[in-house]
């Protein structure tokens, strides 16, 4: 058992705890915080990959800013604690096996596929530390448009709520 | 001894931790004192002055008083998240100086090559800002969680103060990335050697002049500081996010509040004023004894303080430091100790300079009114640091331009 080995088991239980505390916890300002630990525990599965920029980014973007914004507009409204409705027939009955059978399906075809053949056979695979320059490169020169194109898509997103929010005034 | 020889790096950085905390926890606490102090005296005032000469015993006696108060928290209080905010503010304060070179890359200490910086990480200033973006989370759910009027309103304010000047705070440091082209501390500081018109050093400072006054702008209103210190303002808040807070996590607040200030004065240091170099060019070489002389000047001027003004306790508690500073001067003095102590020593003044100018303008400015506040931010200080931007990207890639065309 190397570090890098037991580290990816410590950050994924802490995501996994994250994620089911997201949904069990009935206090908006809790799920919210499970929310930031996923995050920050991905950021370090990221890092254990060698994905060090990836991982920098994940927490500026998600942890510091996106879920701040969360937490503020929480705080701002002073969101109550959530009702528990009774679980309907259909969610028990069908969601719940149904969401079983899924996660097995997936690990099943992860397991078979390229990459968890690769990470099976211990292989470093496509993850050697990538430099912050080469994913620049790769960013403004190979994928230039794809790039522009979705921050154009972003800021007409921004100009919507904008309107949307201006408009009975 | 088996286990030291195995694992040098894992024991080289536990000790580097050690050092660094212990360090930083004395630097903490003698900024509350080192800022009473100085405003003091610009107010015509003397400041603390009766426990221990000087009152340098005074952060002591505040630590052993926040230790014994009681440690009251509100029934209505969300418990959990309530005691969690003050861990959440303060270790995310202390890890970011992880990051932070105190001196050059590689120094020799006792036969052992070795970094002075806990981290040398490739993006350390990524990292570091990755820290510093999660601080906010401390002050918003401290707010929160105390379940009082006063709390929410303060960690609301805080959390729209942060997001608003954290945007002008990274702009303002692009300059500076893209001319250095690294993310790395020691490649940031290392870019700045070198001087103009051979006595002028290289620092960022001087292109980037305007990015620094951004940045320190934006960094005193990222750490809560007066004017940019809303979210406490006692008039209207009482105390802001802490007033439910009492005993040692107040006092956790404070601590991450100074080693924020410290943070912030360190990546100034590094981005904007050529880190550990030292100002004077390398032939100057009677330069490298100034750390030994300033602290010999120090110790004499203590032990002139000690005989001429001090009466009874006071006199030998000074004569103690008088001691302390000599040793420490005539330390300095060592072969085996000058070359090393030459970056730290800069590095700790341009810092304590910068530490200086955060508590000068609290002394000296009134505080902003809220509106003042966000307008300020938006409509001057992000204009600016993107036309900053601007600029300086038109200024690198123009010659590239006109050679190619």
Not at chain 1, 33 to 59: D, K, P, T
Not at chain 2, 75 to 91: C, E, N, Q, R
Not at chain 2, 92 to 100: G, S, W
Request: hydrophobic content about 55%.
């Amino acid at each position: 058992m190397s570090l890098p080995f037991i580290l990816f088991f410590v950050f994924a239980i802490v995501a996994v705890v994250g994620a089911i505390l997201l949904i069990v916890a009935r206090e908006p300002i809790h799920s919210a915080l499970s929310l930031i630990m996923v995050m920050v525990a991905l950021a370090a599965l990221y890092l254990l990959l060698g994905a060090e920029f990836i991982a920098a980014v994940q927490i500026i973007v998600y942890a510091g800013a996106i879920m701040v914004l969360f937490v503020f507009v929480i705080m701002l409204l002073n969101a109550g604690v959530e009702e528990r409705t009774n679980w309907s027939k259909i969610a028990k009955y069908a969601g719940l096996p149904l969401g079983i059978f899924l996660l097995f399906e997936l690990a099943h075809w992860l397991a078979r596929s390229a990459i968890g053949a690769r990470i099976a056979n211990g292989s470093e695979g496509t993850n050697g530390a990538v430099s912050t320059r080469a994913l620049s490169e790769m960013l403004f020169q190979k994928y230039l448009f794809p790039f522009e194109a979705t921050s154009i898509l972003i800021l007409i997103a921004i100009l919507g709520a904008l309107v949307l929010a201006k408009r009975d005034e | 001894m088996e286990f030291i020889a195995q694992h040098p790096v894992l024991v080289a950085s536990l000790v580097k931790i050690a050092i660094l905390m212990a360090v930083l926890m004395t630097i903490l606490a003698y900024l509350s004192w080192f800022e009473r102090k100085i405003i003091a005296h610009i107010q015509s005032r003397w400041g603390p002055y009766y426990v221990g000469a000087h009152g340098l015993l005074q952060p002591l006696a505040d630590g052993i008083k926040f230790l014994f108060k009681e440690d009251l928290t509100p029934p209505a209080s969300d418990k959990f998240v309530y005691t969690l905010a003050p861990f959440l503010a303060l270790t995310l304060a202390i890890t970011t100086l992880a990051l932070i070179p105190f001196g050059p890359a590689t120094v020799w200490i006792f036969g052992h090559e070795t970094h002075l910086v806990v981290a040398n990480v490739d993006i350390g200033l990524l990292f570091l800002f990755a820290i510093t973006s999660l601080g906010v989370y401390g002050v918003a759910l401290a707010g929160w969680s105390s379940n009082s009027k006063y709390s929410l309103l303060g960690g609301l304010r805080s959390s729209a103060q942060m997001i608003s000047y954290e945007v002008s705070l990274t702009l303002s440091v692009v300059g500076v990335l893209l001319l250095a082209g690294t993310f790395n501390f020691n490649e940031l500081v290392t870019s700045q050697q070198g001087y103009y018109l051979h006595f002028i050093p290289r620092w960022r400072i001087v292109p980037q002049f305007i990015g620094f006054l951004c940045y320190f702008t934006s960094a005193i209103a990222e750490t809560n500081r007066a004017p940019f210190d809303l979210p406490e303002g006692e008039q209207e808040l009482v105390g802001g996010f802490h007033t439910e807070y009492s005993s040692f996590k107040f006092a956790m607040f404070f601590m991450a509040e100074y080693a924020n200030m410290v943070t912030v004065s360190c990546l100034a240091t590094i981005l904007f004023l050529g880190g550990w170099l030292s100002p004077f060019p390398d032939r100057w070489t009677a330069m490298q004894y100034l750390p030994a002389a300033s602290l010999l000047a120090l110790a004499v001027y203590l032990a002139y303080d000690t005989f001429a003004q001090m009466r009874g306790i006071a006199r030998i508690q000074l004569a103690v430091v008088t001691a302390l500073a000599a040793v420490l001067g005539l330390l300095c003095l060592l072969p085996a100790v000058m070359p090393v102590i030459q970056g730290p020593f800069w590095f700790t003044f341009k810092m304590g300079l910068l530490l200086f100018f955060y508590v000068w303008t609290r002394s000296t400015l009134p505080r902003l009114r809220y509106d003042q506040l966000m307008s300020f931010g938006w409509k001057l200080l992000l204009p600016v640091s993107l036309l900053n931007l601007v600029v300086t990207a038109l200024w690198i890639v123009f010659p590239q331009l006109v050679n190619h065309g």
